[in-house]
């Protein structure tokens, strides 16, 4: 069992966001638990991220890489650190100040556990937003849920480092939707320990969100995602029959909307899919 000392190691991504990132590494610094390592990952920014990241010195520890993408992020800070629990923030969120102790006290009393997660605060545009019910954390089993929608925030994840050995890391193909995809694998065999308390601030609603970006077309990631996981032979049968069926309700829904939009091509191929999987 961990000792109440277990050591983590949290990872901030970031790209071109020098102001937030300043409030997110904040957030680290301040926690009330103490034996952490704070590595931040660039992804080629362009903006003021390096003079930020200089300017604290020994307090992190600073990665530089082109830009490769949130996926591509996280997994080199996974590779660079030193610690078996891993916590995760994204650049322009917060944990609140108890988060790593709260969150590594509930792992440390449930050694079997290799993920947990947290509920959220979430913001808009600076404004606090009530979050409707389908996005309620839970615990548990959560495969059925994640089929859908992603229902666990990046920012809110604590994982053993033995996770990412059984299931491998964020597929770096993906250039959004990687975390539904990440979850999807991880739910199928592992139960997620809801630490049910909100911990993480997540900002959102601006125009350089990733989820923004995409959001026309995020559904043809998270069908890619479902087409990929459908191919894995560690499925139960049930498992198998809920994310055939996801698939083929994704697929009609985003191949109508391409057609109804003139993307004719990108419409046919989906629905193609979706008779394949019917």
């Not at 638990?33 to 903006?47: K, M």
């Not at 003021?48 to 520890?61: I, M, P």
């Not at 049968?237 to 698939?247: D, G, N, S, T, Y």
Request: hydrophobic share 40%; proline share 4%; aromatic share 6%.
């Amino acid at each position: 069992m961990p000792s109440p000392a277990t050591p983590v190691s949290v990872i901030i991504p970031t790209h071109n966001r020098a102001g937030f990132l300043a409030q997110a590494i904040d957030s680290v610094l301040a926690q009330t638990y103490a034996n952490f390592e704070l590595i931040v990952v660039d992804d080629g920014s362009t903006d003021e991220t390096q003079l930020l990241l200089a300017s604290h010195g020994k307090a992190l520890v600073s990665l530089r890489q082109e830009n490769l993408g949130p996926a591509a992020a996280r997994n080199a800070g996974i590779r660079a650190a030193s610690h078996p629990l891993l916590a995760f923030l994204d650049s322009d969120d917060q944990f609140t100040r108890n988060k790593l102790a709260l969150q590594v006290a509930a792992m440390e009393t449930q050694p079997h556990q290799l993920i947990s997660h947290t509920q959220e605060i979430w913001f808009r545009n600076g404004q606090h937003l009530n979050q409707k019910k389908r996005h309620a954390k839970e615990g548990g089993d959560i495969f059925a849920r994640s089929l859908e929608l992603c229902v666990v925030g990046m920012s809110t994840v604590m994982v053993r480092r033995e996770l990412f050995d059984r299931i491998g890391l964020f597929d770096e193909s993906f250039p959004c939707c990687e975390d539904y995809e990440l979850w999807l694998r991880a739910s199928v065999a592992q139960p997620f320990l809801l630490v049910d308390a909100p911990l993480t601030i997540k900002h959102g609603g601006r125009e350089d969100q990733v989820s923004v970006r995409f959001q026309t077309g995020m559904d043809r990631f998270r069908i890619r995602a479902l087409e990929k996981l459908l191919s894995s032979a560690s499925l139960t049968p049930v498992q198998f029959c809920l994310a055939r069926k996801e698939l083929v309700r994704k697929a009609v829904l985003y191949g109508n909307g391409c057609l109804k939009h003139g993307r004719r091509e990108e419409g046919q191929c989906c629905l193609s899919l979706a008779a394949r999987y019917s």
